[in-house]
């Protein structure tokens, strides 16, 4: 790959817009951009379920472990780790519960310089001459971060 | 309160990768402005450059790795790709269908931080070209045998920049590949194109056609080609209009300065005499005025009234303080305006030439006006 274009026409139309009128709501506008990306930074790693749990094993006593599971468009699977709950009228503070007994309290902070997000095509071999350009997916402002030890929930 | 469930995807999409990259103000603004100009990911395969490119201005990016957990996450609510979602197992519970979710899709270990820089061609292994024959004389198995597009795509550097680039080092096609001309080449051409516009009588002060000028030479001199004739010109000249071009004599009599000086590598030269050596290398009648002080960063003068050609490409580019010691075993009182063009590009932004010179060197008073640069 010595050269690979970059389409940039979303990151255009984005910075084109006017943020305040963009018509979201009220909640979904403080995590999100209008194109509903965000940004999550927890300090250290986040350990993850390697694969979801056989269907053939549910059973009401594990009820709770399997609503955490989802698909999303039919093709991955997902896991819910937390919940993430903010006032909208102090949405700088944000509290992220992680199960039942963690808490972490982070802020939403503005960047210094914004980040594009890029979708890059992965190349399966060398003979793949698939045409897909990279793509600015969004451009992202603010994040969440969560930059303290977990706190027990009381 | 507004609550968010928030998900991670444990199986990731097999066709893309997702990474985050800083945009810088400019690179902003170039976006904002632009929808339909170039934006390009540039990497080399003789460097480990990778780069961003717009049509005229070049970034590099370098990785900066961190130790957090970054997600990116899509807002369900939002919902511009039309995502959906299904629990696992029906477990009968609603509230899991309706709450506010953020679904992370991509977990990343780095950012991109983008600076800006100047783009680089790398034209070590192209063939040179000295004229003897407008062929593929040159091309020996060493050398690339690249076309344009290729060493563009190849070049970490925007486009613009690349043509700046590639007019100053000498670039050109010959039979579809791209070569660069030999000094001496460049040297000859020049003197052969002044020598014409002369001899038909075209005042080389005016404005000049680029079509009438590249017909005359190429009716007379059958060594040259279109590609050369545009290199000439750009390297040598001002483009005024789309059609007309004016020639920069202050650089053409430097250049031939410099080849004279090159001639007498490893000499001590005397100044007078050397006036005479570079007069007499310009084409006859062709009348620029000369002057030494021109070809400042290509000698130095060790000996009252004598010059050394310094080849400034010799000179050590990485460390500044190897370069600031091979500039002292050459001359061990350097006058300071000599001095400055052999250090000037290395001085880091925001920073004073004097405080680069304080940090290997001393600055000397001799006179009111006149300073000698000597070791420590």
């Known amino acids: 790959m010595p050269t690979a274009h970059i389409d940039y026409s979303t990151a255009h139309k984005i910075l084109g817009e006017n943020e305040s009128g963009s018509g979201l709501v009220e909640e979904d506008r403080f995590v999100s951009t209008p194109y509903g990306l965000s940004i999550i930074e927890i300090q250290g790693e986040l350990t993850l379920p390697n694969q979801v749990p056989l269907k053939e094993n549910y059973s009401e006593e594990h009820k709770e472990y399997f609503q955490n599971f989802i698909k999303v468009d039919d093709l991955y699977d997902a896991v819910k780790f937390g919940q993430i709950e903010y006032d909208v009228k102090d949405p700088k503070k944000v509290t992220l519960f992680i199960g039942k007994s963690q808490r972490l309290l982070g802020s939403l902070v503005d960047l210094d310089t914004p980040l594009a997000i890029l979708r890059i095509p992965i190349k399966k071999d060398s003979s793949d001459d698939t045409n897909e350009n990279i793509k600015i997916l969004d451009i992202i402002k603010k994040k969440m971060i969560f930059k303290q030890r977990p706190l027990p929930i009381m | ?61 370098r990785q900066m790795n961190h130790s957090n957990t970054a997600l990116i996450c899509d807002n369900l609510n939002i919902n511009v790709n039309n995502k959906f979602t299904d629990p696992l197992v029906e477990t009968g519970d609603q509230q899991q269908q309706f709450d506010n979710k953020l679904v992370g899709f991509s977990q990343c270990s780095y950012e991109y931080e983008l600076s800006s820089t100047e783009g680089i061609i790398d034209i070590t292994d192209l063939p040179r070209h000295s004229g003897d024959q407008l062929s593929d004389d040159t091309l020996n198995v060493d050398t690339l045998d690249w076309s344009l597009q290729q060493l563009i795509d190849n070049s970490p550097i925007s486009s613009q920049e690349f043509f700046t680039k590639w007019y100053e080092y000498g670039g050109c096609i010959i039979n579809d590949k791209v070569h660069i001309l030999t000094n001496e080449f460049i040297t000859e051409i020049l003197y052969g194109c002044i020598t014409i516009l002369i001899s038909e009588n075209i005042n080389y002060n005016d404005d000049i056609e680029i079509l009438n000028f590249i017909q005359l030479i190429l009716m007379q001199d059958e060594t040259m080609n279109q590609s ?37 590598s490893g000499n001590l030269i005397n100044k007078k005499e050397f006036l005479l050596h570079w007069k007499s290398s310009l084409p006859s009648f062709y009348n620029v005025s000369l002057d030494i002080q021109d070809l400042r960063g290509n000698y130095c003068s060790p000996i009252e009234d004598k010059i050394l050609y310094v080849n400034a490409s010799d000179l050590a580019t990485s460390n ?26 290395f001085v880091p932004n925001g920073k004073k030439v004097d405080s680069v010179i304080l940090k290997y060197a001393r600055k000397k008073k001799i006179t009111k006006d006149k300073y000698l640069i000597v070791p420590r």
């Open chain 2, 1 to 61: 309160m507004v609550s968010y469930s928030v998900y991670q995807q444990i199986t990731n999409d097999p066709e893309h990768t997702y990474k985050l990259m800083q945009l810088p103000p400019d690179l902003l603004e170039y976006i904002t402005n632009n929808d339909k100009e170039e934006l390009v990911l540039k990497s080399s395969i003789t460097s480990d450059n990778l780069v961003v490119c717009s049509n005229s201005k070049t970034w590099r990016l």
């Open chain 2, 228 to 264: 050369i004739m545009e290199t000439i010109i750009h390297k040598f000249g001002h483009e005024i209009k789309e059609d007309t071009f004016k020639l920069d004599h202050a650089k053409i009599s430097k250049w031939f300065g410099i080849q004279q000086l090159a001639k007498s």
């Open chain 2, 320 to 345: 500044l303080s190897v370069r600031f010691v091979q500039l002292f075993q050459l001359d061990k009182n350097w006058n300071y305006d000599d001095f400055i063009p052999f250090i000037a590009d």
